[in-house]
């Protein structure tokens, strides 16, 4: 608890302040992040034998991904997304021509490495880049981080009754729930606390993306635990004391943003 709250301590004045900033120093930030993130998802699977994803792929796909969003906004998504799909079966068919009789998995691992890391992970530069974005970001991210910790405090002194034994048997549903509460509680605070800075930013809109973050974004924390239980290892890397890896931060960043954007766009 000590190297997580010293890390935690470190890096979030470095993280808000670099999302107050914007520019390229804040997009070097998300890129660099998305890389680190996805190489850490494609260790996992090239640790066992069996399979060879491309790692090349895997990491330069997420990044490009997510650069092309800051340089292009979704503009340019069709051209890429066709490009990285080719890309990634035709190294596959060299791959099993080559004698990889997983092949067909490998493409499918490099394919969802790319996607889900890199195609979620760059929603973290569309919310910043909307009205009043940077201020949405950091009320999305706080809201993830409340239920993280809301989750934590909660469960560990009441959960009884497990939320997904199979994936993760540490979490439980009093935990879950303690989460969704603290953010519904604690998100229309900062709406309104930051309501001078953003007008468009209401504690009720900050009610509802903090119940919606609550809600759904613990399953990103599950998806990557799926992964990371199945090759029975506890962390993703080592990168941040405290916390394990990049991968291991972004597990439910990515779906926060996501569904974030998401709603802002569609109900905001």
Partial sequence: MTKRLASAIVLLPIAITLIIIGG???????????????????????????????NLLIISGAMLLTLSRALWGFAGSETILTLLILAAMGIHIIHRERGQI????????????????GWLGAYIISLHALPDGRWWLVISLSAIWIADGGAFF??????????????????????????VIATAFFTPLLAYLWQGNAPSITPLKGLILGIGVGVLAPLG???????????????????????????DRLDSILWAVALSYQLITWFF
């Fill in 24 to 54: 390229w120093p804040f997009y070097f930030l998300i890129i660099a992040s998305i890389g680190l993130g996805a190489r850490e998802f494609s260790r996992l699977f090239h640790q066992n034998k069996q399979y060879n994803p491309s």
């Fill in 102 to 117: 997983n092949a067909v998995i490998d493409f499918c691992i490099t394919i969802a490495g790319m996607f889900y890391i």
């Fill in 154 to 179: 909660i469960g560990t002194k009441f959960g009884k009754h497990p939320l997904a034994a199979n994936i993760s048997p540490k979490k439980s549903w009093e935990g879950y729930l303690g989460g």
């Fill in 221 to 247: 924390d599950l998806g990557v635990s799926m992964v990371k239980r199945y090759f029975n290892v506890k962390d993703s890397g080592k990168l941040i004391p405290g916390h394990g890896g990049a991968l």
